[in-house]
Nanobody, 125 residues
Framework: QVQLVESGGGLVQAGGSLRLSCAAS????????MGWFRQAPGKEREFVAA????????AYADSVKGRFTISRDNAKNTVYLQMNSLKPEDTAVYYC??????????????????WGQGTQVTVSS
């Protein structure tokens, strides 16, 4: 089992940047593919980005491609989401998830086994 804690959210103006972190407990972090999802009020949780267990493969939603970068540091049990050129439509609660299957990078929230509590990102226009 793994416990996830997100941090780094906040209020930023459009065009600004934030870096989210997701710290995982336990010694098995490298066994999991990791993903970032977001959920705005009244909307379903949507895929943002994911990285495979060793950082060698990544995937992004079209809406964030070229602006967001996912990375991980297995020595620190942490996955990051660098968000640049933020837009008001990026406003949401951001969640990190852990997927134990390690078959392919999962873009469906149903594939993830564990979730953090979320961190709020608000982008003002």
């Amino acid at each position: 089992q793994v416990q996830l804690v997100e941090s780094g959210g906040g209020l930023v103006q459009a065009g600004g940047s934030l870096r989210l972190s997701c710290a995982a407990s336990g010694r098995t972090f490298s066994r999991y593919d990791m993903g970032w999802f977001r959920q705005a009020p009244g909307k379903e949780r949507e895929f943002v980005a994911a990285v495979n267990w060793n950082g060698g493969d990544t995937a992004y939603a079209d809406s964030v491609k070229g602006r967001f970068t996912i990375s991980r540091d297995n020595a620190k049990n942490t996955v990051y989401l660098q968000m640049n050129s933020l837009k008001p439509e990026d406003t949401a609660v951001y969640y990190c998830g852990a997927d134990s299957s390690r078959v392919t990078i999962a873009i469906s929230a149903r594939e993830y086994d564990y979730w953090g509590q979320g961190t709020q990102v608000t982008v003002s226009s």
